[in-house]
């Protein structure tokens, strides 16, 4: 047990992001018992064990065990984490049934309006009688103009002003 004890300190001082020299300042003594401590060349007294488990959070078990018994003795702290994930995971898989059931049908809906009006801006291939794409002699699928490149806007256009102008010279007519 006590030969484990270095190596444990070493460890568990690196787990928490602390060098030699801020573990001595926290403890209150200097770096080479630090040092010395962590290769096993010297054992801390009583008090500075206590202080070493205090800085570390560490309890007997972390401090001097192997690394079996250091894992055997998280094992409940590992269940309590499982059982956690597992009402998170639950909660997730209860949102995703209720997201289906209220949005899938309009989100659906959305994505065919949307695809719908991405049809009338883009020129769309053509098909034959089988539902077969037409291709030319080049080999390039054969397109229809897109729907609002086919809208005779300057005829609407005219149109618009001849409307106007019969509105604004009603009286005239």
């Known amino acids: 047990m006590i030969?484990?004890?270095?190596?444990?300190?070493a460890r568990l001082r690196k787990e928490h992001g602390l060098s030699q020299e801020e573990m001595a300042e926290k403890v209150g003594v200097n770096k080479q018992t630090i040092s010395n401590i962590?290769?096993?060349?010297?054992?801390?007294?009583?008090?500075?064990?206590?202080k070493i488990a205090k800085v570390l959070k560490a309890g007997p078990i972390q401090l001097f065990g192997t690394?079996?018994?250091?894992?055997?003795?998280?094992?409940?702290?590992?269940?309590?984490?499982?059982?956690?994930?597992?009402?998170r995971v639950q909660a997730m898989m209860r949102f995703a049934k209720?997201?289906?059931?209220?949005?899938l049908k309009e989100i659906d809906a959305a994505f065919h309006k949307t695809q719908?009006?991405?049809?009338?801006?883009?020129?769309?291939?053509?098909h034959d009688e089988e539902g077969?794409?037409?291709?030319?002699?080049?080999?390039?699928?054969?397109?229809t103009p897109a729907f609002f490149e086919?809208?005779?806007?300057?005829q609407i256009d005219n149109l618009v002003k001849k409307?106007?102008?019969?509105?604004?010279?009603?009286?005239?007519l």
Do not use: W
């Not at 209720?98 to 949005?103: G, I, K, T």
């Not at 719908?116 to 053509?126: G, K, R, S, V, W």
């Open 98 to 103: 209720v997201f289906d059931e209220q949005y």
């Open 3 to 9: 030969e484990n004890f270095g190596g444990n300190v």
């Open 116 to 126: 719908y009006i991405h049809q009338l801006f883009t020129a769309q291939p053509i």
């Open 163 to 172: 409307i106007d102008y019969i509105k604004d010279n009603k009286k005239l």
């Open 38 to 50: 962590e290769r096993g060349v010297r054992y801390p007294t009583f008090e500075t064990l206590e």
């Open 67 to 87: 690394m079996k018994e250091i894992a055997i003795s998280d094992t409940e702290n590992v269940v309590d984490r499982i059982d956690d994930y597992e009402d």
């Open 132 to 143: 077969n794409i037409l291709v030319n002699d080049s080999g390039e699928k054969e397109m």
């Open 150 to 154: 086919t809208i005779p806007f300057d």
